[in-house]
């Protein structure tokens, strides 16, 4: 099975929760040990104790975009109301 094959930091998996069908994606970037992942209106994030934020592609496993700043809050990422 793909699952098995891949190492749970270089891996996403998701569940259509719908279909029941189950996706395995290769992370373009490994996800560090210490990491919480939330999944938040399409988007993956990872987030980790020092206060960084990477944005994963659940589609691709790609990064958009990545914050190293130790300023920001831990846990999941927070948006304003448009």
Do not use: F, K
């Not at 259509?16 to 069908?21: F, G, L, P, Q, T």
């Amino acid at each position: 099975m793909l699952a098995d094959a891949l190492d749970a930091e270089r891996a996403l998996t998701l569940i259509d929760a719908s279909s029941h069908v189950l996706t395995v994606r290769r992370l373009a970037q490994p996800r560090p040990e210490d990491a919480d992942t939330y999944l938040v209106r399409g988007t993956v994030y990872v987030t980790r104790a020092s206060g960084g934020v990477r944005a994963v592609s659940p589609r691709t496993g790609r990064t958009p975009w990545e914050s190293n700043s130790s300023v920001e809050q831990q846990g999941p990422p927070a948006a304003s109301p448009p």
